[in-house]
T-cell receptor, first 111, second 114 residues
Framework: KAGVTQTPRYLIKTRGQQVTLSCSPI?????VSWYQQTPGQGLQFLFE???????NKGNFPGRFSGRQFSNSRSEMNVSTLELGDSALYLC??????????FGPGTRLTVT | KQEVTQIPAALSVPEGENLVLNCSFT??????LQWFRQDPGKGLTSLLL?????REQTSGRLNASLDKSSGRSTLYIAASQPGDSATYLC?????????????FGSGTRLQVQP
């Protein structure tokens, strides 16, 4: 079974721009979660989607948003990028509550 | 608010040594605890998942224990190898309806010297 895939793997953007990251979960998994990893803050939960509905949200500003499609694929969007948004963004899919499988991540650099 | 702490932050050992990584959490109302491995610039690989009702889990040279009442978990690595060099992350899930959200520790960076 194919693992979680994330595209693109690397991205360079300029301050003020917006960016969209994509995640395809493992086949059959209906839940997708997003995490941000930075050297200073470590790994932090962004949000979780299940059956196209946001079920849980972390403590991030409204510039961070996401959505999930009927095929369980998910996208996250960051508007008005700031230098501090430079991070590794990880997506995880879940077959059931309590277990997650992580993708390789998207490395976002904001200049 | 759940806080997860991992000690030590970094560890360097010679090949073949047995070692223990520590994880502590402030809120004992957890659903489960998971240990991950992360290689530089890569995603997370799940190593062991311990349910709140369990005391330990084993996989090959790895053994993880959980003492929920004291808010502690340890990851024991036997006969360490250079290929074990990576960052090891501990994460807990809450018992409430947001069970999928993980709270991570800051990790232990392990270097195994050949």
């Amino acid at each position: 079974k194919a693992g979680v895939t994330q595209t693109p793997r690397y991205l360079i953007k300029t301050r003020g721009q917006q960016v969209t990251l994509s995640c395809s979960p493992i086949s059959g998994h209906r839940s997708v979660s997003w995490y941000q990893q930075t050297p200073g803050q470590g790994l932090q939960f962004l949000f979780e989607y299940f059956s196209e509905t946001q079920r849980n949200k972390g403590n991030f500003p409204g510039r961070f948003s996401g959505r999930q499609f009927s095929n369980s694929r998910s996208e996250m969007n960051v508007s008005t990028l700031e230098l501090g948004d430079s991070a590794l963004y990880l997506c995880a899919s879940s077959p059931h509550p309590g277990e997650q499988y992580f993708g390789p991540g998207t490395r976002l650099t904001v200049t | 608010k759940q806080e997860v702490t991992q000690i030590p932050a970094a560890l360097s050992v010679p090949e073949g040594e047995n070692l223990v990584l520590n994880c502590s959490f402030t809120d004992s109302a957890i659903y489960n605890l998971q240990w991950f491995r992360q290689d530089p610039g890569k995603g997370l690989t799940s190593l062991l998942l311990i349910q709140s009702s369990q005391r330990e889990q084993t996989s090959g040279r790895l053994n993880a224990s959980l003492d929920k009442s004291s808010g502690r978990s340890t990851l024991y690595i036997a006969a360490s190898q250079p290929g074990d060099s990576a960052t090891y992350l501990c994460a807990v899930r809450r018992q409430d309806t947001g069970r999928r959200a993980l709270t991570f520790g800051s990790g232990t960076r392990l270097q195994v010297q050949p």
